[in-house]
């Protein structure tokens, strides 16, 4: 009865400590990932409403991505705590083992990274497709929001390089596109106008002043023809850019098992090799970033139990240096996969192997005493 009561006293501390922490690393991550993203959608005078939701189909993201780094800091400092106040010596001295006194922590590392993965395999890529949803809402009912300053806008069968927008209007726009027989055809203007269309079918017009056409012979190089006017309409088509929406989901954005048998099938289909790693790279990650909780939460009770942390400042400190430097390993391992074809699987599980490698040597023959 006792060694019950200390268990679940100990869990509902380090759950405490997590939730804590949580709330400072969902702030972080919120400000980083969603009011960057919110500031740049309202400034181009987009529904509040819509906004709200975009930032609501985000959260899933955020908290997969915090829990895992709030269970390290929070292990850290509830631990910490128990250090600093004598409990964990006092029931050492008592003769509760450092295993039995282990088992509630781990316990909790494996809730945490259960939670982030439920978020991460099933909340996120239902929220990513209500996000594409509700972004194309936007992007039809605020011409602006699909255009930026300075860019290039690819689809299917057009590129739009812009100079600045401001004002509701275009500096120095150019259009590539085709025309029936497949002839490119080069369209500019030092100024155009962006108009909402009254027909669904249309996304925008772009009223054009002063416009020059150049066309480009099909079938021969050397010819071309070209155009210029006082006036023409260009009208952005839904279905031209719809598919940019919906019909390109990307890995990350599924679910585990989808992405094990699209990772299956291209292996049956001989896909290329760089796409196929970086496929496989997505799927483990999908396992590596919400079990990372778990090592997070070892490698804290590691050095707890190592004497290394004495109070909840030094816990908190250390645990976001441990966080700042498992976040740039796993980032540079995914550079490293997506521009020099690492191995997908190692660079997604090679923090968390350091950390567990981490957690044994500090843990020594202690825990088997």
Request: glycine share 6%; net charge positive; charged share 15%.
């Amino acid at each position: 009865m006792r060694q019950k009561l200390l268990f679940l006293y100990i869990a509902k501390e380090m759950l405490l400590y997590f939730f804590v922490c949580f709330l400072f690393f969902f702030f972080i991550f919120f400000v980083n990932n969603i009011l960057l993203l919110a500031e740049d959608i309202l400034s181009k005078q987009a529904p509040f409403k819509d906004v709200g939701l975009l930032m609501l189909y985000s959260l899933p993201a955020v908290i997969a991505n915090a829990a895992p780094f709030a269970a390290l800091v929070g292990t850290l400092m509830g631990i910490g705590r128990f250090v600093s106040d004598l409990e964990f010596l006092s029931m050492n001295a008592l003769g509760i083992s450092t295993r039995f006194l282990m088992l509630p922590v781990l316990l909790v590392g494996v809730f945490i990274s259960i939670i982030s993965f439920f978020t991460n395999d099933v909340l996120l890529p239902a929220s990513a497709v209500n996000f594409r949803r509700v972004y194309w809402d936007i992007a039809t009912s605020t011409p602006a929001l699909e255009l930026e300053s300075y860019s290039i806008k690819r689809n299917h069968n057009a590129v739009v390089v812009s100079g600045l927008i401001k004002d509701g209007k275009i500096h120095n726009l150019l259009i590539v596109d085709k025309n029936a027989e497949q002839a490119s055809r080069v369209l500019g203007t030092h100024v155009a106008n962006i108009d909402k269309s009254d027909d669904p079918a249309i996304v925008m017009s772009l009223n054009m002043n002063n416009p020059r056409l150049l066309i480009l012979n099909a079938s021969d190089r050397k010819k071309y023809d070209t155009v210029s006017g006082e006036a023409v309409i260009y009208n952005v088509l839904a279905k031209s850019i719809k598919s940019s929406y919906f019909n390109t989901i990307g890995p990350s954005e599924m679910s585990s098992f989808d992405l094990y048998k699209d990772v299956k099938e291209k292996r049956e289909q001989n896909e290329d090799k760089r796409i196929l790693n970086i496929y496989q790279m997505e799927l483990h990650k999908k396992f590596s970033i919400p079990f990372g909780a778990f090592f997070f939460v070892l490698l804290a009770f590691a050095i707890s139990s190592a004497g290394k942390v004495h109070n909840q400042s030094v816990g908190f400190i250390l645990g976001l240096l441990i966080a700042v430097a498992y976040w740039a390993l796993f980032m540079g391992g995914q550079t490293l996969c997506l521009r020099l074809d690492w191995d997908g699987t190692a660079a997604m599980w090679l923090p968390n192997m350091m950390l567990f490698a981490a957690s044994v040597v500090l843990l020594g023959k202690k825990l088997f005493k």
